[in-house]
């Protein structure tokens, strides 16, 4: 069920979460369903991104998954 984002989809969810007050992992991390609903013009498929930038987040790899670099290595270290 894995989506697949696009490079635009994902500098425009930024975008938003910046504009939002977002703008550090720490923050990213901390945002919770009531106050991603808050952020203007956020629709569903943006709520998805949030998770998945969420998950690479705590996994130390958002650079490489906003670069498309998401090689899946889970299980391998």
Do not use: H, V, W
């Not at 635009?8 to 504009?19: A, I, S, V």
């Not at 991390?29 to 991603?36: F, N, T, V």
């Not at 930038?53 to 670069?67: C, D, E, R």
């Amino acid at each position: 069920m894995k989506e697949n984002f696009t490079f635009q989809q994902k500098t425009k969810l930024l975008t938003k979460l910046f504009d939002a007050g977002c703008n550090t992992e720490k923050k990213l991390q901390q945002l919770d369903m009531e106050s991603i609903l808050k952020i203007p013009g956020i629709t569903i498929p943006d709520m998805s991104l949030i998770i998945e930038l969420q998950k690479q987040t705590k996994a130390n790899k958002l650079f490489s998954y906003l670069g498309g670099g998401t090689d899946e290595q889970a299980g391998t270290e």
